[in-house]
């Protein structure tokens, strides 16, 4: 999706979200920010050019994005409930707010609730840590095409090779 496109697809309302949300948790939405970037860069670095497909480089890229995205908010916040209670309330946002078809957007949401359960687990680890921890988890994704049963899945999950 282009980037014109994307904008056609925006609802005032999830605009009118994020500004609530940034006089809100400045911090957490700055720490959001930054954790994207980042993200984004490792992505493509560790599977370049392929990252934004419906397979596993998407599936590291997401629960990635959850795991950074918790430990950037973690420096502003001790209180991990809160950390984890926007993490999950933005990229939830974030798949609502991105037009996707049913399973890929299942997926994701499944990959960021992998990626914030990881998190728990590691959230002392350094970034380079983090990658490495989560390459592991990458080679015990699992192959999805059906909604069927996505919840009882506890890897990571990916639809194309």
Known sequence: M???DLIKTIKIGQVKQLIIWF?????????????TLITIRIAQR????????HNKANAFRHALWNVLIAKKCRRFSNHLPKVMNWTTTFTNW????VINKDLPRFMDLH????G???FVAWKDQNTESLIKLLKVELSNAKKISKLN??????????LED
């Open 46 to 53: 560790e599977f370049p050019g392929i990252h934004g497909k």
């Open 23 to 35: 006089f809100k948790h400045p911090f957490f939405l700055l720490a959001t920010v930054y954790a």
């Open 111 to 114: 990959n960021n609730a992998i």
């Open 149 to 158: 049963n996505l919840n009882q899945i506890e890897n990571l999950v990916f």
């Open 94 to 97: 974030h798949e609502d707010f």
């Open 2 to 4: 282009s980037f014109k």
């Open 116 to 118: 914030r359960k990881l």
